[in-house]
């Protein structure tokens, strides 16, 4: 019964190499066809065949490294294929390492600018303090990278994509006001005051021109 298990176990890690290999060739064709946008509803799919393929590269190649001698190197020797078998298995190396891994993450690169930021309104994530360290405030922070950072996704992408729950459909001045001033009170804390200005100035703007009955800017 150990010998069906690892044979299979062996054809369906080869499988999952060629399923890992397959789908970075096929973002590679995409990409070069029909462009980011449909490169990127494609990539979702394809790489969670990638991420299983990978899962089953790592997970079957424990049992076929134990048994490696005993059903693939023992059977070569005896039939004189030792140098077909190496190559083989250098071959699989070169399409995982040399080749799959680098298209995904020239894959993953090409498709940073397309990524969907969302404000989500709560803690995300958190940090303990201690003494005397810069997660407590004790330390002075250079928080301009933070706020270059928040300004530069600000120019690539609408305000709409981090307020979705802004009501932008029934009152857009309003929800326009609120995400300026939330944006605003965010750069003021990491020490950009002339950016924070600009955005407080706006909602103010926003809001003097607002009537009372359309001030319905609250999230859904």
Do not use: C
């Not at 078998?85 to 690169?109: D, S």
């Not at 397309?114 to 360290?133: E, M, Q, T």
């Not at 009152?171 to 804390?189: D, H, S, V």
């Amino acid at each position: 019964m150990i010998d069906v298990l690892i044979i299979i176990n062996n054809y369906f890690h080869d499988v999952a190499t060629a399923v890992l290999l397959s789908s970075a060739v096929i973002l590679l064709v995409l990409a070069r066809t029909i462009g980011p946008q449909a490169l990127a509803r494609a990539y979702p799919v394809l790489s969670r065949f990638a991420i299983g393929a990978l899962v089953w590269i790592v997970a079957g190649g424990v049992p076929r490294t134990i048994f490696f001698t005993r059903y693939e190197w023992d059977p070569a020797v005896v039939k004189g294929i030792v140098p077909a078998l190496i190559v083989k298995h250098a071959l699989m190396a070169l399409a995982v390492i040399g080749i799959a891994r680098p298209l995904w993450h020239k894959h993953a690169r090409r498709l940073a600018p397309l990524a969907r930021f969302r404000h989500i309104n709560f803690l995300a994530a958190g940090w303990r303090w201690h003494d005397g360290n810069m997660s407590s405030g004790s330390v002075a922070r250079d928080l301009s990278y933070d706020a270059e950072v928040v300004k530069r996704l600000l120019r690539r992408h609408p305000l709409k994509d981090f307020f979705p729950d802004l009501n932008w459909e029934k009152a857009w001045p309003a929800a326009q006001a609120q995400a300026a001033r939330e944006i605003g009170e965010i750069l003021t804390r990491y020490g950009d005051q002339e950016g924070a200005r600009t955005w407080l100035t706006e909602s103010a703007a926003l809001l003097a021109q607002t009537p009372p009955a359309a001030g319905g800017a609250t999230r859904g």
